[in-house]
Structures are given as structure tokens and as C-alpha cells.
């Protein structure tokens, strides 16, 4: 009797143990099924470690920015087209890690918990994916950066549907140079810089910095500053743009006195502009969507005055990732409230059923943000002018980035007012000098094609 209760025992345990491996089975495809399914090892979806069939991939409108057909995969007409969308779309070996290739690998595979990935062995597509970018305004973007490289990046404030995102070093992915990795014109190249880039933010940080301003010096408004060119602040200078004289806060921010925002940023004090800029988002994991977004950085310095007066005008640490200052720019325009840039219009039937969601990304204060929309109206209207950004009913705010041993960085953060026209956009221009120039040109281009074409 012992004997058979030790056999029975031991075949109950081993059936327990073949039950518990079915349930781990079960549970680990269920969880890791797709990512198998899309491994490079699956030659249904790669040959030569490079995807050459999977989902179609569209652009907003419709045009198809990446198919398969016969085993290979086809990407958009047109050599500048091509190149536009290069960082948004992703290469077919991965080495675009933000591209929709590679984060959405595994949809694109078609793969179902049913059927596997059945439908692209019949077929040769899998699952389709539409992007909100319009890759006309993409390419449009793409020219007018010219010879410069850098990043653009226009949302809808409303929604933060992503409607355009350039990268720039880019390259043809249907006809790749052969110097792709050697050539150091292509320095950068698989980085997606909207999301991944992170840049000195010159002027743009006086945004940032009136914000503070605004919540935590009661008459901010009535104050006057003295500019003849430098900032003396006791232990180091703050070097000017221009000699401006006397100045209130709203000619501060119109002429970007650099002489004025130091002498706010050390009324305001280190603790003060870094609780400003992490409740903005800055030192914080952020996401744009699916995305990993950089880290933008501000860590002022408590010890010299010169350095907190050069942080609060976007220099010495400052550093910002362009997705980011999105948000803020979006939050600026939406009320208080600005989303997460969303690259993804739908991801097959669901999605396309259910939407996406919008995803709150950066808070303000209300009355602090239409404070700040007076503010960068107002340096449309009474310093750059109108007529630069015509229809557009415009808000902005230009910046220039000092680079050690190089030519500074151009920069320009803005939004429509226009309840037609929603979008915010913030562009970069590497090595392009004045924020006034190649950021705002770019800028406007792609800002007048939506108000062209809607959005």
C-alpha cells in the first residue's frame, strides 16, 4: 500500500508539473507570442536581417510610405519623400530604434494569438499601420532646411496628433551611400532628433523662465530693467544680444534681453526656476506615446550667479529634447494642458475603431499659460512681425544657442492662434545662427502648407 501511494504521488506531482509548464506555456505566448513571432530569426518576415514583408504603412492621407510586394519591401516615390519620413518610418534593419519599423515590429508581423502570423504566410503583408504624419509636409519641412541639419516637429495642440517630424542628417533608404557609416556627414543619422536629440535651448528657456516669473514675482509686470550690453551679477558677466536700455517685462521677453532675464533669474533664485522647469517636465522620464523620449535637463547652479543668470537664458547646463518643448509649447496654447505628441493615427482594426486617446504630458497654470500666450503674441506682433508668418495669427519666441567652437544653434517655438489651425511647432537648425533666420523660415513653411491644406 505504501509503495502504490508513493507511485501515486509521484505521477499527481508530475502531472501538476506537466499542467503548471502548459499554464507557463500558455501565459508566455500570450505575453511574448508576437515579439517570438517578429524575431529576425523568422525568415516569413526578414531576409538578411532586414524586413521584406509586413503591414503597409500610410501616411494621414493615404499615401503608402512603406509596402511589401514579392518579398521586398517598397518605400515611398520619391527621392525627398523618402527621405522626410526616413526617421519616422525606420529603416528595416532596426537601426532606427524610434522608427515605426522597429517599436511597431510586431503589429506590422500581422500576428494574431489565433493564427499566428498565418495571414502574412498566405499573403505576404501583415497588419497595416497609418501614421498621423503627412508626409507632404514632411518633404516641404525637409527642403527648407537646405544644407542645415537639425529636427522639426509640428502637433495639434488639441488632440497632439504629430503631423509632421523631420530628422535631419537623413539618407535614401532605396538607394543607401555606401559611406553611410564612415562619411561624417552622416554623423547622427540613425537618430531620430525630435524624440532623441537634446540641444542648448538659447532663448526658448526665457519661456520657461517667465513662467516662473509670472508665479513667483507679484510685480513682475512693473519691474524695469537696465540693459548697456552685460549683466554684472558679482561674480561674472551676462553677456547681451544688443544694448536695449530701459525695459519692462513684456519688452524683456519682445527684444529676448538677456541682461533682463538674468537679473529675473537671480531674483527668482536656482530652487525656484528648477521647481518651475521639473513641474514643466525637465529632469523627468517623458513620453511621446510609445516613445522614449530624451531627458531635457536644467540643474542651475546654487553657487555661482553667473551660471544661474546664464541658465536662465538657456545656457550653461540647460538642455532641452525638441518633443518635449512640444508640450510646453502646447500646454501654452491648449490652456494649461499639453499632450504627448502622438505619431500613431491607427494600429489595424481596433485602433481604428477605439482611437487614440490623448495623453497629458506637461501642466501650467491656466493664468499662467494665457500670460505666456500674451507674451509670445506679442513678440510676433511688436518685434518680428507679422507679415514673417502671414495668416498665421502667430505666437513665438526665437533662440539662439551658443556653441562652444561652433557656429550657435537657430531655434523657434511657436503656435497658431487660428481655432482652424491648432498647431504648435518647434524647429532646430544646427549651426544656422540667428533663431530669426533658417528656424523661422522652416517654421513658417510647413506652418503655411497645413494652412494651405488643413490639418
Known amino acids: 500500500m505504501r509503495i502504490t501511494a508513493k507511485r501515486a504521488a509521484i505521477i499527481y506531482a508530475l502531472i501538476l508539473a506537466f499542467l503548471a509548464g502548459i499554464v507557463i506555456f500558455v501565459v508566455s505566448l500570450m505575453m511574448n507570442g508576437a515579439a517570438w ?35 521586398e519591401r517598397i518605400f515611398a516615390k520619391g527621392e525627398n519623400m523618402r527621405k522626410s519620413v526616413l526617421h519616422v518610418v525606420g529603416d528595416t534593419a532596426g537601426y532606427i ?24 504566410k498566405q499573403s505576404g503583408t501583415g497588419t497595416d499601420i497609418t501614421l498621423n504624419i503627412d508626409a507632404e509636409a ?23 496628433e504629430l503631423l509632421c517630424s523631420v530628422s535631419k542628417p537623413t539618407y535614401d533608404i532605396e538607394n543607401k551611400p555606401s559611406d553611410l557609416l564612415t562619411n561624417e556627414k552622416y554623423d547622427g543619422v540613425f537618430l531620430d532628433k525630435v524624440v532623441s536629440g537634446i540641444y542648448t535651448p538659447g532663448s526658448i528657456m526665457k519661456i520657461v523662465t517667465a513662467a516662473c516669473a509670472i508665479e513667483n514675482i507679484p510685480d513682475i509686470y512693473s519691474q524695469t530693467f537696465e540693459c548697456d550690453g552685460e549683466y554684472e551679477t558679482g561674480d561674472g558677466k551676462v553677456i547681451c544680444n544688443g544694448v536695449h536700455g530701459t525695459v519692462n517685462f513684456q519688452q524683456a521677453m519682445n527684444e529676448s534681453c538677456n541682461c533682463a532675464f538674468a537679473a529675473i533669474s537671480l531674483q527668482l533664485g536656482a530652487d525656484k526656476l528648477k521647481a518651475t522647469a521639473e513641474s514643466l517636465g525637465f529632469n523627468t522620464q517623458l513620453y511621446a506615446k ?22 536662465g537664458i538657456g545656457q550653461s547646463t540647460t538642455y532641452v529634447n525638441p518633443a518635449h518643448f512640444l508640450s510646453i509649447m502646447g500646454a ?6 499639453g499632450y504627448a505628441p502622438d505619431r500613431i493615427r491607427s494600429l489595424g482594426t481596433f485602433s481604428q475603431i477605439m482611437g487614440r486617446i490623448p495623453s497629458v504630458t506637461v501642466k501650467m497654470n491656466p493664468d499662467t499659460a494665457a500670460k505666456l500666450d500674451a507674451l509670445l503674441r506679442s513678440n510676433v506682433v511688436d518685434k518680428y512681425g507679422d507679415w514673417k508668418f502671414e495668416n498665421l495669427q ?14 550657435s544653434h537657430s531655434w523657434f517655438a511657436g503656435y497658431s492662434q487660428r481655432d482652424d489651425l491648432p498647431l504648435a511647432v518647434v524647429c532646430i537648425a544646427e549651426n544656422a545662427g540667428y533663431g530669426s533666420g533658417v528656424a523661422s523660415t522652416v517654421s513658417n513653411s510647413v506652418m503655411q502648407y497645413f494652412l494651405e491644406n488643413g490639418i
Open 37 to 71: 513571432a517578429s524575431n529576425k530569426a523568422n525568415r516569413h518576415i526578414y531576409s538578411g536581417g532586414t524586413i521584406v514583408n509586413a503591414g503597409t504603412i500610410y501616411d494621414k492621407n493615404g499615401v503608402v510610405l512603406a509596402e511589401s510586394s514579392d518579398n
Open 97 to 120: 530604434s524610434t522608427g515605426t519599423h522597429y517599436l511597431f515590429r510586431d503589429t506590422l508581423s500581422g500576428y494574431s494569438r489565433i493564427e499566428g502570423i498565418y495571414k502574412l
Open 138 to 160: 514632411n518633404k516641404i519641412a525637409y527642403k527648407a532646411f537646405g544644407s542645415y541639419n537639425g529636427a522639426v516637429a509640428v502637433y495639434n495642440y488639441k488632440t497632439g
Open 290 to 311: 510609445e516613445i522614449r523620449l530624451t531627458k531635457s535637463r536644467f540643474s542651475p547652479s546654487t553657487e555661482s550667479k553667473a551660471e544661474l543668470g546664464w541658465a
Open 332 to 337: 501654452i496654447a491648449n490652456g494649461g494642458e
Open 394 to 407: 502667430m505666437c513665438g519666441k526665437t533662440g539662439t544657442a551658443q556653441i562652444d567652437g561652433a557656429k
